[in-house]
């Protein structure tokens, strides 16, 4: 838990700026190697390709805790995170906002090939690995159990990094995995896991992860955050405006920002193509009390905050094209 004294005392706001080779200051943006991120990567890509530079400096992180611990500490001052555990931050007094979505579907849950489960009522008895307690993939577990009058002590919840859990599935030391993309696809794509379902089909719109900026940097840097902001929007648009462009994003993501074997991107892209999507990405009210709800039925927020409190949706730009931009052929 991160107090609001432990902030004042350990974590206040020092810089988060990186400086580029023309003196100016550009800010760190956090992310990791998933789906639910991807509008990072290809944000600075096609402004790299498009102005020459970035004006924005990713981050790459291997897991949550990591990349939580930078945000607090202010090595960035920007960064992709799960909505539970930025709302949890906020009830812990730490001052942020929710900007901007980072996607909607893109979670699976993949069970072992030759699994007896083949409905969630499956699952009874059996051990299921989530990013951790604070991910939507854990208030997704919790709302389809619910909804089939089971709870989460009908399972063992096994918290584990994303990138690890498809080794875990192919040993057999866990019956279901479920996480942010690539690597339920790994699993499945490999050849060992069978998905029992997608996330569209059991909670449509799911909302994974979100942007979130301190609130020090809305009040003195306003502009910037909006640039980011919308250049994340346009990314999204971009992505989802044809299956060249996934494919063209999976390339360049895959190689020069994930260390992925491209392959998988593409797959998780295209296989089903709504799989995960990068538009309708506005921070909207019925959507965050929706998760609030859940969080509080299932524990991991207590009710100590509002929509007002960790969200800002004044940024999300109207009528914003996607970029302009095509890879060479």
């Known amino acids: 838990m991160i107090s609001a004294v432990h902030w004042e005392l350990n974590l206040r706001p020092s810089t ?25 990567p290809v944000t600075d890509y096609i402004n790299k390709q498009l102005n020459g530079d970035g004006f924005f400096e990713p981050v790459r992180f291997s897991g949550w805790p990591e990349l939580k611990e930078a945000f607090l500490s ?6 992709f995170i799960l909505a539970p555990l930025a709302m949890a931050l906020r009830e812990q007094g730490v001052p942020l906002k929710i900007v901007y979505l980072g996607h909607r579907d893109g979670t699976a849950m993949v069970v072992q090939k ?15 690995a ?64 069978r998905v029992l379902y997608l996330t569209k089909d059991v909670w449509p719109n799911f909302i994974s992860c979100v942007l979130a900026v301190p609130d020090d940097l809305i009040a003195g840097q306003r502009a910037d955050v909006q640039r980011l902001v919308s250049g994340i929007a346009q990314s ?4 989802d405006q044809t299956p060249e462009h996934r494919q ?48 509080e039925a299932a524990g991991i927020l207590h009710g100590k905050v509002r929509f007002e409190d960790y969200a800002d949706p004044s940024f999300v730009p109207a009528h914003l094209e996607a970029y302009r931009w095509e890879a060479n052929p």
């Open 248 to 295: 063209e994003a999976a390339t360049f993501v895959a190689t020069q920002y994930y260390n992925q074997d491209p392959r998988l991107l593409k797959f998780v892209l295209s296989k089903p193509p709504d799989r995960v999507r990068y538009t309708n990405l506005e921070v909207a009210r019925k959507d965050f009390e929706e998760i609030q709800a859940l969080a």
């Open 16 to 40: 988060a700026h990186a400086a580029t080779g023309t003196g100016k200051q550009r800010f760190r943006v956090g992310f990791l190697p998933v789906t639910c991120h991807l509008t990072c």
């Open 236 to 239: 999204g648009k971009w992505l």
């Open 114 to 128: 030759d699994s007896d489960i083949h409905r969630i009522e499956d699952l009874r008895g059996k051990r299921v």
């Open 74 to 79: 202010r090595h960035t001052s920007a960064t």
């Open 130 to 193: 989530v990013p951790n307690r604070f991910s939507n993939q854990f208030l997704l577990i919790f709302k389809a159990l619910r909804d089939r009058h089971m709870g989460l002590d009908d399972i063992t919840l096994v918290e584990m990094p994303p990138p690890d859990m498809p080794a875990a599935l192919a040993s057999k030391s866990v019956d279901a995995i479920t996480s942010g993309e690539p690597f339920m696809g790994q699993a499945e794509l490999d050849g060992y896991g």
